[in-house]
C-alpha cells in the first residue's frame, strides 16, 4: 500500500498544482480585466479632457470674435464720422500701430506715425497697402508683441489716423 499512498500523494499535489495553476489563470484574467478597465477609464477621462479644453478654446475664439467685432465697429464710427475712404480693418491697423509704437509720445508722435505708414502706402513699399506696410520685415517691431493684434487702440491713436489720412503733416511726404 506504500503505491497506493504513493499514487493518493501523487494525486494530491497533481492537483494542488492543478488548482494553484487555475487560480493563478483566474488571476491573470481577473488582471487584465481591471488592466482593461484602467485603460478605458484612462482614455475616457482623456476624451472628456479634450472636449473641455475644445469647448474652452471655442469659448475663447468666440469672445476673442466679439470683441474685434466690437472694435472694428468703433474703427467704422470714427470713418463714418470723418468721412475718410478707408477700410474698418486698415483704420483699425493703423491706430494699432500708433497706439504700440506712439502710445506715450505727444499727440504729433502719433500722426508723425500715421504719416511714415501712409508715406510708405503711397510709394508701394510692401504691397502698397497699410497691411502690407505694417507687416513688411523689420518695419514695425510691435506687430510681434503678443498683444497687437488684439489690443484696443485709443481715441487719441484713433484721431491721429484720421487726422493723417484727412492730410495733417508732422512728416514730409517723401
Known amino acids: 500500500t506504500d503505491e497506493a499512498t504513493l499514487e493518493a500523494v501523487v494525486q494530491k499535489s497533481l492537483q494542488d ?3 494553484t495553476a487555475t487560480e493563478a489563470f483566474v488571476d491573470t484574467g481577473v488582471m487584465q480585466d481591471l488592466a482593461d478597465k484602467k485603460e478605458a477609464e484612462r482614455k475616457a477621462a482623456e476624451e472628456a479632457a479634450r472636449k473641455k479644453a ?3 478654446a471655442r469659448k475663447k475664439a468666440e469672445a476673442a470674435k466679439k470683441k474685434e467685432a466690437k472694435i472694428l465697429a468703433t474703427a467704422q464710427k470714427y470713418i463714418n464720422e470723418s468721412g475718410v475712404k478707408i477700410s474698418a480693418k486698415d483704420l483699425l491697423l493703423l491706430a494699432r500701430t500708433i497706439y504700440f509704437e ?3 509720445e505727444p499727440y504729433a508722435g502719433k500722426v508723425a506715425v500715421a504719416n511714415v505708414i501712409l508715406n510708405r502706402v503711397n510709394q508701394g513699399y510692401a504691397d502698397g497697402t497699410i497691411h502690407g506696410v505694417v507687416y513688411q520685415k523689420n518695419a514695425f517691431s510691435v506687430v510681434r508683441r503678443s498683444n497687437f493684434a488684439t489690443k484696443a487702440p485709443n481715441d ?3 484721431r491721429a489716423a484720421i487726422e493723417a489720412l484727412q ?3 508732422e512728416v514730409p511726404k517723401n
Open 102 to 104: 506712439a502710445n506715450a
Open 167 to 169: 492730410g495733417r503733416r
Open 17 to 19: 498544482t492543478i488548482g
Open 156 to 158: 487719441a491713436c484713433y
Open 54 to 56: 475644445e469647448e474652452a
